[in-house]
């Protein structure tokens, strides 16, 4: 089992490059998909008899491209006068494309913008990046979204058909186009770096592979935009949050609260490198959503402990991201700030503002609002509406680290 899990990581870690690439070759989500999944599933059948390659991409694209051809090739048998000039060509093109090197070029970023094209719905591009960049399975990205699957499902499917339909360049945008475009693919790169940060289905490998990945478009992103604050904000704010990771969580697998952790296990090369990247986000010439989170981050791990954490200084910022972007997600998160601020049931009035708004809805199955309330509720000493609350987060928490420490903190109050 732990010898599957480890080739999946591995097979993870290259889907995303391997899935650009295919679809830069051939021009069709849906076949590159297919042909990837068939590819997979060769490598998890082979490699443990033959061993992981040295260049698993490679070997991935290569099946790909063969599972390509066959598929085309069977298209063509059933194709019908209409289609059949069509259907030649492409399977001229994926012919001669199994039969070149197995070099893999990156395609990631014309991948990323292409998904980001403003053709598709702003909602469509996150997810639909999301999925073929990210190699996130459709029940991961719906988590992101707090949707439902089915939901999320069909959105995916609408988008790349847009793109087939509305023939959509799979380009790198010149530079008058990137205004509209490059939301989104922060936003995409944001989301990437959280579905590996916030442990949730994947082992932590892929997590930490994830991670890397989002990491790695942020300083493309930037080193390609350097007069765009944002690009530069999200790169700090990837690596503020990055620094932190080995202090996460306990010797026992337990989470560690930010302001509790051993900050000597924090990296300071890469908080070095993050308040580098915010500097650089100031000097541009707008202040934006990410360079206040990336502020916020800097906050948290410039203080010299816990104890002496500026919350007046990060209940203010969450203020002023809530005015630049305004969500019943950055309330949850300024409420909490503000309970360590001004008290418990200042924090908890905020919360209490969410009720009668739309959001609130979603906040029902979204488990840090619960537990963040749970929390607010402990401090205030309202010990049995804290419980309640610990219950609801508990019912709702996908990771065993959080799901630890939340039981630890319901069996404090319960008697």
Known sequence: MAERDALEAVVRGEAGLVLAALIARFGDFDLAEDALQDAVQAALERWPKDGVPARPAAWLTVAARRRVVDRLRHAAMRADKADALRTSEELRRAEQASAEDDDVPDERLRLLFTCCHPALAPEARVALTLRTLGGLSTEAVARAFLLPVTTLAKRLERA??????????????PAAEWAERLGSVLA??????????????????????????????????AALAPREG???????????????RDARFAADGGFVPLDEQDRKRWRREEIGAGVTALRAAAACAERGPHQVQAAIAAAHVLAPSGA???????????????ALAPSPVVRVNRAVAVGRARGPEAGLALLAELEPVDGAARLADYQPYHAARADL????????????????????????????????RLAQLEP
């Open 188 to 221: 995409v790169v944001y989301l990437i770096f959280n579905e590996g940060y916030s442990a949730t289905e994947a082992e932590p490998a892929a997590r930490r592979a994830l991670c890397e990945e989002a990491i790695r478009l942020a300083r493309l992103l």
């Open 230 to 244: 944002e690009a530069h904000a999200l790169l700090a704010l990837l690596l503020l949050h990055d620094a932190r």
């Open 308 to 322: 002496a954490t500026p919350w007046g200084t990060i209940a203010a910022l969450y203020g002023e991201l809530e």
């Open 377 to 408: 509720l402990r401090r205030a000493g309202r010990a049995a509406e804290a419980a309640h609350a610990y219950r609801a987060a508990l019912a709702l928490c996908r990771g065993a680290p959080e799901r630890r420490f939340l039981a630890g």
């Open 160 to 173: 790349k058909g847009k793109i087939r339909d509305a023939r959509i360049p799979y380009r790198v945008p």
